[in-house]
């Protein structure tokens, strides 16, 4: 029985998460749980999965769920605060498997914890790699750690490759397997016939509407300026040791084909299903074997047509920012996965317009693309700065004049 801690137990990936444990109790022991402040579902899920312990981010979230415990007389489950409690649970020896689901560069210390405790670790949290790069490969490759992709594209591109790549995700060489190009598909968010000058108005209802993902709202919102692409292309480069010109995203509307491999002699294949986390869940944490996940079987004859586009990187700058970082350098990615979160919390608070997350992204690479990071002190270091500088072109509800 796998040993499961999952980290960001609350968001829609830990809830997901435990929506495929549920299906297969004899498979998976939930030994910790961790949340940032939602107290109330992280008390039901303790009901029912009873974990030893739990982390809510906020001592004072954390003393209410203590307190609710108390009221109903519930014992035995540790409540911990704070950042470095998650990264206890990460490395704690009972646990095998660490589903790394927590939002944002948040997720990047117990992230790499758990890698550098040798476990077995399903990557949802894309930011990790963003932001530490080769630094976060070489714990992988140092501690041994099995690492497996949750996002729907990296987990399809990882279904589609040979086994002997499979077993070495981050230092593995496609080119050797016969590998000549990786394509990364994405929808084109809720805006993709939509025209410039519309782009000006969207609201945060708007942009947090996916056609075909039912998601949580930042990343939705990257998803409409299609900044989780980007995201995932830089993802991409460091999951498969690719170089950014062996990585192609295809725009798919119906988000059917998750992403596709092509091969030297011609072959490409794809990974494809209904869009549901549950399948690529599934996958990693049953990964060789395979097991339900819940999700109903893609049905051939009553799918749509499938489309492919190019994509047009004037509509979405954001794509081509997070393209020319992951050329540029770890710097400009550190710096733009921080510049983006805050200014994607900006919009949501109605502080900025959708067109404006562009602009202070672009403003704070330039600012910080010549940094050094060689370190995981110097990415904590440089996320920090660059997240002050993206707030200082911010004021209540204009940019400043700079941009």
């Known amino acids: 029985m796998q040993k499961l801690c999952i980290l960001g137990s609350t968001g829609s990936i830990g809830k997901s998460t435990l929506d495929v444990v549920r299906l297969h109790p004899d498979k998976f022991d939930i030994v910790s749980l961790s949340a940032n402040a939602s107290v109330d579902m992280m008390f039901d899920q303790c009901l029912e999965f009873r974990p030893h312990t739990v982390v809510m981010v906020s001592s004072e979230h954390a003393e209410a769920l203590s307190d609710k415990f108390i009221a109903a007389n519930i014992s035995g489950i540790n409540v911990l605060s704070g950042t ?111 025209s410039l000058d519309e782009l000006d108005n969207v609201t945060p209802d708007q942009a947090c509407a996916h056609p075909n993902w039912d998601m949580g709202r930042k990343i939705s919102v990257d998803s409409a300026t299609m900044m989780n692409k980007g995201l995932e292309f830089i993802e991409a480069k460091w999951l498969f040791n690719l170089e950014p010109d062996d990585i192609q995203v295809v725009l798919h509307p119906q988000s059917t084909i998750h992403s596709m491999v092509q091969y030297k002699d011609g072959s490409v294949i794809a990974q494809m299903g209904n869009p549901d986390m549950r399948t690529p869940i599934a996958h990693a944490l049953s990964f060789p074997q395979r097991i339900e996940s819940g999700v109903a079987p893609f049905d051939f004859f009553s799918a749509k047509s499938f489309e492919f586009q190019d994509v047009d990187l004037i509509k979405y700058p954001n794509l081509k920012l997070a393209i020319d970082a992951c050329k540029s350098g770890q710097a400009a990615c550190t710096a733009l996965n921080a510049a983006n979160e805050i200014a994607v919390d900006a919009f949501l608070s109605e502080k900025i317009k959708f067109t404006d997350i562009a602009k202070i992204n672009e403003t704070s690479v330039n600012k910080f693309v010549s940094e050094k990071v060689t370190s995981i002190d110097d990415v904590v270091a440089l996320d920090k700065n660059a997240r002050v500088f993206a707030q200082s072109l911010i004021t209540d509800n204009h940019i400043q004049e700079q941009l």
């Open 84 to 194: 470095c409690a998650l990264e206890t649970i990460a490395q704690d020896p009972v646990t095998d498997t660490v589903m790394a689901a927590i939002v944002g560069a948040s997720g990047l210390l117990p992230t790499l914890a758990a890698v550098k405790a040798g476990k077995k670790v399903l990557l949802a949290n894309k930011e990790a790699l963003v932001t530490s790069g080769a630094i976060f490969i070489a714990a992988v490759r140092s501690s041994g750690a099995q690492l497996l992709p949750i996002d729907s594209e990296h987990n399809a591109i990882f279904q589609c490759l040979p086994l002997n790549a499979q077993q070495q995700p981050g230092y593995c060489d496609l080119h050797h397997e016969g590998v000549s190009k990786v394509l990364l598909t994405g929808s084109g968010g809720p805006f993709r016939t939509w």
